[in-house]
C-alpha cells in the first residue's frame, strides 16, 4: 500500500531550494580520494557535514571510522510505519576522484552556478545523489512524515579507491547496521536518455561487472644490453600484454543486457541484437559503449614497468591490467588470462570483486518506473548494467537486492557518461530539482 503523495508549493520551493545549496556545500569539501595516501583526509570532514545537516533537523546520525580516523562514515535509521516490512538502504559515497584545477573551466571545488548547472567533482558521482537524500530526510523532519519501511541511511568512504576502507569493511564488521534490509539504492541510475521529445529512457541499475584487477610479472636474468638475451623481461611482458590487448572476447548475454538491449531496439526503431558491438557504437554513439562493455568480458593493459637504464636488461618486468568480468562467466576470464598470458608469466590479482545481478521484476522496480512517470510522462524505466564497480557490491554479500536509482532528467544534448570522473563535470540545477521530487515519491511509496 503505497501512501498518496503530496508536496505543497511551499514544501516544494524549500526542499528544490535545498538540495541545490546541498550540493554546492557538498561539493566544495575537498573529498579527493588518493588511495592510501595522507592526502585522503576530506571524507572525515564531509562525513561530519552530513550529520550536522541531519542533527540540525532532529535526527542522531552515528559517525564511524573504519580503518583510520580520517576514513568515515555516517549511519541513520528511520523507523518505518510498519514494524513487519523489511527494510530499505539509501546509500551513497562521500569520496570523489582527484581533480586537476587548471583543466577546469570552473573551480571544481568551487559548487558554482553557471547556464543552469552545479558545476563542480562529485556533481554528479555522487555528491548530487547524497544531496536529495540529505534534502529528503531534512523535509520529512520538518514536516513528521515516516516512511512505511525502516530506511536505512549508509554515507560510505573510499568508493573511488577499491572500498576495502569503506562498505567492504563497514559489512565485514557491521552487519547489524543493516539488520533487516532486503534491497538498496545507490548510484549510476534513474537518468534520462532522449530518445525523442514524448520519450525519455532512464535506465535502471540492477547488474554491475565484476573486477579483476591484476599485475603481471616477468622475471629474466639481469645483464648487458649489448649482449644477447633470449629470455629478456621486457620482451616476455610485451607479449602478454600485446595478446591480451590484441584478444577479441566472445559476446555473452545475461538477462539484465538482453532486457535493455530489446528497450533499446524498440525505442529507437532499430534492429539491435548486440552480437557487433562495434556496431552497437555507430548507431548509439557513447551509449554504444556502453552496452557493448556489458556484452562482453574485458581486459585492458594499463601500466607497464620495467628497467633504470637503457643499457641494463632487466631481471624483472611488469604490468598491470584492468580487467572486468560478467556475472556468470567469471572462470571463462580467468582461464582465458592465463592462456594469454602464457607459462612465463606470473598472475597476481591486485583487487578482485564480485560481478552481481538483481532481478528486476519486481515491485520496487516497478515503482521506480511508476515515480519517474509522474514526474515525467515521458520516462520509461529500463534495467541495465554498469561495466564498473558500486557499492552495491559489498552490500549484495548480504543478500541484499541492490539497485542503481538516484534519478536526474539530463537535457539532451548533455552526454552523461562523459561527466563520470571527467573535466567539468557539472549537473543541472532542474534535474537535481526533479530528482529530488522523484526521490521523495518513491522513499514515501515503497
Known amino acids: 500500500m503505497t501512501q498518496e503523495y503530496a508536496l505543497s508549493l511551499a514544501a516544494k520551493l524549500a526542499i528544490e531550494a535545498d538540495v541545490v545549496t546541498l550540493t554546492q556545500e557538498l561539493i566544495r569539501i575537498d573529498s579527493s580520494n588518493w588511495g592510501d595516501s595522507v592526502e585522503t583526509v576530506g571524507e572525515a570532514e564531509v562525513a561530519e557535514y552530513c550529520a550536522q545537516r541531519l542533527r540540525e533537523v532532529g535526527y542522531d ?6 580503518t583510520s580516523d580520517s576514513r568515515r562514515g555516517v549511519h541513520l535509521r528511520i523507523p518505518g510505519t510498519d514494524p513487519d516490512a523489511d527494510a530499505l538502504i539509501v546509500h551513497g559515497h562521500l569520496d570523489v576522484v582527484p581533480a586537476i584545477a587548471e583543466d577546469w573551466s570552473h573551480d571544481p571545488f568551487g559548487g558554482e552556478i553557471d547556464s543552469g548547472f552545479i558545476w563542480g567533482r562529485g556533481a554528479v558521482d555522487m555528491k ?30 573510499d568508493e573511488e579507491a577499491g572500498m576495502q576502507h569503506g562498505s567492504a569493511w563497514v559489512v565485514r564488521n557491521h552487519p547489524e547496521f543493516f539488520e533487516g534490509a532486503t534491497e538498496a539504492i545507490g548510484e549510476v541510475g534513474g537518468f534520462s536518455i532522449s530518445v525523442r521529445d514524448d520519450l525519455r529512457l532512464y535506465p535502471i541499475q540492477t547488474a554491475e561487472k565484476g573486477i579483476r584487477w591484476l599485475r603481471l610479472r616477468a622475471a629474466a636474468r639481469a645483464g648487458h644490453g649489448s649482449m644477447i638475451h633470449t629470455d629478456n623481461a621486457v620482451t616476455e611482458i610485451a607479449r602478454a600484454v600485446t595478446r591480451i590487448g590484441e584478444h577479441r572476447w566472445p559476446v555473452r548475454r545475461t538477462r539484465t543486457v538482453d532486457a535493455f538491449l530489446a528497450e533499446l531496439s524498440d525505442a529507437y526503431g532499430v534492429e539491435i541484437d548486440g552480437s557487433d558491438p562495434e556496431e552497437l557504437v555507430s548507431k548509439l554513439g557513447t551509449l554504444g559503449l556502453l552496452v557493448g562493455a556489458t556484452l562482453q568480458n574485458t581486459a585492458n593493459p594499463s601500466m607497464l614497468n620495467a628497467g633504470y637504464k637503457v643499457n641494463v636488461i632487466p631481471s624483472e618486468a611488469t604490468a598491470h591490467i584492468d580487467g572486468r568480468v560478467l556475472p556468470g562467466f567469471e572462470g571463462e576470464f580467468d582461464q582465458t588470462i592465463r592462456e594469454l598470458v602464457g607459462e612465463h608469466v606470473n598472475i597476481e590479482p591486485v583487487s578482485t570483486d564480485i560481478a552481481i545481478e538483481s532481478a528486476f521484476e519486481t515491485a520496487t522496480f516497478d515503482l521506480m518506473a511508476s515515480v519517474l512517470r509522474q514526474e515525467d510522462p515521458g520516462a520509461r524505466a529500463v534495467p541495465y548494467m554498469i561495466s564498473g564497480g558500486t557499492d552495491a557490491k559489498a552490500l549484495s554479500t548480504l543478500e541484499i537486492a541492490c539497485y542503481g536509482f538516484s534519478p536526474l532528467r539530463m537535457p539532451p544534448d548533455l552526454d552523461y557518461w562523459r561527466l563520470f570522473h571527467g573535466v567539468d563535470e557539472r549537473v543541472p540545477v532542474e534535474g537535481l530539482q526533479f530528482g529530488v521530487r522523484t526521490l521523495d515519491r518513491f522513499l514515501r511509496s515503497v
Not at 61 to 66: A, E, F, G
Not at 137 to 152: K, N, Q, S, T, V
Open 61 to 66: 546520525p552515528r559517525v564511524y571510522s573504519t
Open 128 to 157: 548530487d545523489m547524497d544531496a536529495m537524500i540529505l534534502a529528503v530526510l531534512r523535509h520529512w523532519a520538518r514536516e513528521g512524515i515516516r516512511p512505511r519501511r525502516d530506511i536505512i541511511l549508509a554515507f560510505f568512504p
